[in-house]
């Protein structure tokens, strides 16, 4: 008896250990190559307080994203903001909505520039707050900022019906790193 | 004329104790009203100043202000342009909307602070108008942030530049309104100012006139005193000449008879020779009054003080005037209270002083024969008001309320003594009143026209009863020199 006990503790802790294991996996799915040092951030999509859009889905921001649209429903011309390169949203955007790297992105808009199907490239700015204020001042504008960088000047909008505060929200953007 | 000068002359011989006084008193009351006037006037202005300063100086400042701050967002909004960094551009609109929110904060101080309707009016077309043009701004902002400078550009050329213009006039307007303000209570200040002067210049001139006045009427004063003086001084010597020349006339009449051997018989000889004596004594006795009030005004007395008693004094003068009052046929009522106590005091002086009252008496009794000597203690709560009085009293014609005043002035006489011709040298009382103060007492009188007077001799009462053997000499007059 006493050796059957033993038996099915070790059994059940090798359940566990294999299941711990597992979910850890689960959760670092796409970010198996960064660096884990602090809990992540949602990345938050955010738009003028005029536009009327509350909730897009991930085919849309990358038509977006792409420049493959132009106008949003209230005839506002879309005027896409970007951080610039090497800051960890920007890639983030690009993997997850556009699904380019930084070269192909930027081939991509110089082809569509070139050949018309892209009316008007990407803004490119240095810092959330700048992303924030043009947001603001453009009634067109989207941009992205991490939650901790929103307030209220400008609008986040839901993601395949999920907001950045949502479980399964699918942005994350790694922590600052301390300088 | 002569009544309104005589008025007026009358008026100044009433008021001349008081002629510095006045003088002093309207000046000072003048200058007063002036100063209050000025003071009123000036706090006017300043009232007037700090309104203009805080009202339209400083809306004119704060106008300025906005002005420069709409130029401001406009500028801002322009910078813009000039550059494809999109982080410089959000630094010039960030600018941009600083300077419109300090035009916000600006117009709505100055709706604040409006008053008028049409003030209110214009802040309200105003705050529209901003409202507009910040609509296009903000498009026009837009635009260029999003790299559409083209269209920027349109948009502000259509619809920037008309609002912003009707900003501008809406501030040049309110500017207008401030300026007409300023110009408003710059002319009250003004106006003010030019009430003051004239006010100023009046009063100035009303108080000059009256000084002018004041020394005219004190000078004229002076003269009637002056006048009055010289006059009192030629009658004085017209009535001494007249006193000595009745006697005179006896003594050279009973003299020629004699001489021209027409008097006869001892009896005769021994009227004349009494005749003669009177009217001796009586020119001696006029000219031992000249001498003594020479001596009184030189300060030459020297009287011997000791403890009298009341009724020695009145026998002493009753002695002096028997023979006159026998004479004239007069009954002295004499009424001595008992045990009075003693006075301090010269006897020969006191009967002078109370012989000339009787003298008085006599003379202003009309036709009443009556005369009352009265001498008794009045009492008071304080011991040190206690006093001996010693009253002389005539029915006779009494005193003028107005001539009161001068009775005991050197050489006065009044108009009705004067008028009824009866002699006098008018150094009477003023001896007496002499006498009194030199005594430590006074001199005073009440009188009714036609009913009688009252003279009151106030002696203080010693205290000791011991005799001292005292000399005092009477004040020296500080006018004459030794």
Redesign the interface.
Known sequence: MRRLAGLLFILVSAVFSIAALSLGFALNSSSLSEPQIASEQNLALVVNLSNPVQNLSMPELRRIFLGERSHWPNGRRITLVMMEPGQPERAVVLRDICQMNETDFNNHFLHGVFTGEVLVSPKTLATPVGVRKFVFNVPGAIGYLRVSDLDPSVKAIRIDERGPEDKGYRLHVPPRSSK | MAGPAALLDRVLALASPYNSSLLLLIVFLVVTVVGLFVIRDLHTTNVEAQKIYAGSVQGLQRIGELQYEVQETRRSTFYALTTND??LQ?EY??QSREADRLVNEGISEYLRQARMPHEIEVGRRLQLDWSGYLGVR?EV??SI????TKEAVNLDLKGGVPSFERVRQDLQEIKRLYDGQASQQLANVAATSRRTILRLIGILGITLALASASVWAIQRSKMLGAIQLAKLQMEFVASVSHELRTPLAVISSAADNIADGLVGGKDQLKSYGSAIQNQCRQITELVNQILLFASTKEGKNRYTLRPLQVSRIIDAVLDNTAELVQEIGFVIERRIETGLPWVMGDLSALSQCLQNLIVNAVKYSGESRWIGIHAFVHDSEERSNREIRITVQDRGMGIDRLEMPHIFEPFYRGAAVTAAQIHGTGLGLSLAKSIAEAMGGTLSVVSELAVGSIFTLHLPIVEKQESEMASVTSKPDPSIRT
């Open positions: 999109s982080n959000l609109a960030d903000n902002l837009a942030l999003e790299g559409s």
